[in-house]
């Protein structure tokens, strides 16, 4: 039994560890893959993820993630010795993977240098971050402090290789993601400016000698499957309109750094078909069946919840539990397993009975 003299205990030992971390001087604070909000993460589920593949599936020596999102699934597959293959058509993830799973050389002291130049630069001048997220999105500090760190590593491109590049943009991208004034997406910022905390770049903490024999793609899905095979691949589509373009596109503005013309309250880039899904739309069902139907592998597992009609509009689902099992039965036998979860709901719907559903299709045919 827990009492509540445990839950004060494991609070404290919990608020200890932060505070300790916290008060490391900040070049030896490192950058964990997992350290970002983002809709529909899989990392309180990477246990019942592995426990299924493990009891479950044989000889699996490689996977392909191929809607990466955060990564923290091929991170978890990586970190126990498998190859991995990780795919996402958004910009800003797939630096991340170039930052967490290359295993192309990279000047570590260097790169600390630059984190450290640019946590100590005081910018003052407005630039495109500034103007136009300002006081809304950032305080006017760190907006201006964002947009300068992002020119100067555009500015020395010609200094880094791709991946030392990926990296400082990457710590870009998180840095901004714990000071921003959004509840983890932004599709919207709060009216109350309340994140005032300054802007601090870490260094991202990798370990490139997992890193051998790993394969990184911005690509669509349903084309890259094509071209790829390994023993298992590991699917989590959106399955709802939650357009992950729309929710991050100004993540992917300061990662792909054209600095277009943005539209609406929300200043969007006016043009996001590029990270456009069709998974978010009526085509989901269409397109999941040609993505089962051109995969090459020994093992399909399908993350899902089921959220059907239980939640607000943009919630729903796109394509049923009973699509899935159908669609994956036309590669091999299916097994079904779930655990409770906790569903995403911005707040405000009240979700009973959510559930996190595997599906697991060993591939005969």
């Known amino acids: 039994m827990w009492t509540e003299q445990h839950v004060k205990e494991i609070d404290s030992i919990i608020r200890k560890k932060e505070d300790e971390q916290l008060s490391l001087p900040i070049m030896e604070q490192k950058l964990q893959i997992n350290n970002r909000r983002y809709l529909g993460s899989k990392y309180k589920l990477l246990e019942f993820i592995c426990k299924v593949v493990r009891e479950n599936c044989t000889s699996v020596s490689s996977v392909a993630d191929i809607f990466g999102g955060t990564g923290v699934v091929a991170d978890r597959f990586n970190k ?93 991208i998180y840095a901004m993601d714990k000071v921003a004034n959004t509840v983890g997406h932004y599709d919207a910022y709060r009216r109350k400016l309340d994140s005032i905390k300054e802007i601090k770049l870490l260094m991202p903490e990798f370990n490139d000698g997992l890193n051998n024999g790993n394969k990184i793609f911005k690509e669509d899905a349903n084309e890259l499957v094509r071209k790829i095979s390994a023993d298992l691949i590991y699917i989590d589509t959106p399955y709802n309109s939650r357009q992950y373009g729309d929710a991050y596109h100004l993540l992917e503005n300061i990662a792909e750094w054209e600095k277009p013309d943005l539209v609406g309250v929300a200043k969007k880039m006016i043009d996001r078909s590029h990270i456009k899904s069709d998974y978010c739309t009526m085509k989901a069902t269409s397109a999941f069946a040609d993505l089962i139907s051109n995969i090459k592998g020994k093992y399909i597992l399908v993350s899902y919840n089921n959220m059907a009609q239980k939640g607000v509009g943009r919630s729903n689902a796109k394509i049923s539990s009973e699509e899935i099992v159908e669609i994956l039965e036309t590669r091999g036998t299916v097994e079904i397993f779930e655990t409770n979860f906790q569903a995403y709901t911005t707040g405000k719907t009240n979700i009973d009975d959510h559930k996190e559903i595997l599906y697991l299709c060993e591939v005969s045919r």
């Open 80 to 172: 126990e010795g498998k190859d991995i293959i990780v795919n996402d058509i958004l910009y800003s993830n797939y630096l991340a993977y170039l930052t967490w799973f290359s295993n192309e050389k990279v000047n570590i002291t260097k790169i600390e240098k630059l984190i450290k130049f640019f946590n100590e630069s005081e910018p003052t001048e407005d630039n495109y971050v500034s103007i136009n997220f300002g006081g809304t999105y950032f305080t006017e500090y760190n907006a201006r402090k964002i947009g300068y760190v992002r020119e100067e590593i555009e500015k020395m491109s010609d200094e880094l290789n791709a991946r030392e590049k990926a990296i400082l943009i990457t710590s870009l």
